[in-house]
């Protein structure tokens, strides 16, 4: 037995998920270092190689280089397989490997998909990895034919049309955000269709697989019985409100300044895209660094609360948000405040407290970095900058205010930290850091303080 097999037999499933995603960077990292992968002439300092790679398994999207001035066709092919491991996730992954070798998955392997996939049963683990990894892998196959006509009847270059239908297609089902035109989707600012077909497939990626197969199942199996999970209903609701929230107030609040002088379809447009990819895509098709201070700090708080559970995206998670709403408004309305009732159903107390626990240390997480950074930067970079970057790797969305270029390393040490942390989640760091306890055999006297 390998000396990798010894350490992860003797690790938790939450650290074994964290040594794969680890080793997934690393495999990441010596891809990106292969003959040809990078354009005649071009040399990239290691950090930048590292910070891509963490960026790509995390599928985040900021980068402290030029994809297409610094990576060859190869090398963007690399990349777009660097995405969908971290899109996919590196557990989906290992079970396809697992199932193609014919090997058995065991208990312990259960455990890890059910751990990575936010399952909270290991009941039919296997058989969701495959409908996920399916589901993602057509979604993909149908935007990049899409795009790519699109691409062909107006650019007549086959070659170009399919890397750039592939490339888009595959950054915005995964949320990725990287991009090969070096300006995100800018170019395509006053193109709707492409803009279309993009903000669907972010949508189908960070929405949560387990929201598209119930939808798969009851287009299939159309009954009068069928009932959604709690899960598909809050995460639907609450992904369609913050969205059409950051919609509006990006609308009102750029309206008369960088919407100013555009009509009001091309306004339209913009709000909604940049709606949608605080969701965690980070794809853009105005220069984010262009509105006003008020829209970017909205925008970073949206990031901060990322895409749904089991997804591509980062974050806090929509379902912790609605959760921390439901619990606010539980207890302002003085009913019941041990338990939060919603369509018809009660969450699960310990839903409750890891909400609390998630939000809470994503708080304390990313103020940390935050000063870290302006501690780093030694004023090279303002509130605002670092506030939007550290949201943005922590959501593992890719915005940026166009700073990610100049920063030193240490600062990308702290974003790396982030994207990492933020696309293996929260849940999964609190219960490594937590000590294994037995439970209480007494009670001390309990005693009110006051609140507030």
Known sequence: MSIFNQLFKKTSPQQAIVLYYLVAIVIAFLLLNLPFVHKTGVHVNPVDTLFVAVSGVSVTGLSTVNIVDTYSTFGQIIIMIILNIGGIGVMAIGTILWVLLGKHIGIRERQLIML??????????VKLILEIVRALLIIEAIGAMLLSFYFYRDTHDLQY?????LFVSISATTNGGLDITGQSLIPYAKDYFIQTIVMCLILLGSIGFPVLLEIKAYIKNRTPDFRFSLFA???TFTYLILFILGFIIILLFEYNHA?????WHKSLFHALFQSITTRSAGLQTIDVSQFNESTNVVMGFLMFIGSSPNSVG???????????ILFLINFSNNVDRTSIKVFNREIHTLDIQRSFAVFVMASILTFISTILILVFENGSLTFLQAFFEVMSAF????LSLGVTDDINNYTKVVLMILMFIGRVGLVCFIIIISRDREFDKFHYPKERIQIG
């Open 116 to 125: 990575d996939n936010n399952k909270n049963t290991m009941s039919g683990a």
């Open 161 to 165: 049309a399919i890397m750039q239908g």
């Open 233 to 235: 209903k809050i995460t």
């Open 259 to 263: 919407f100013q002088n555009m009509s």
């Open 314 to 324: 980062g974050g806090i998670r929509t379902t912790t948000l609605a959760i921390l």
């Open 395 to 398: 959501g593992t969305t890719g």
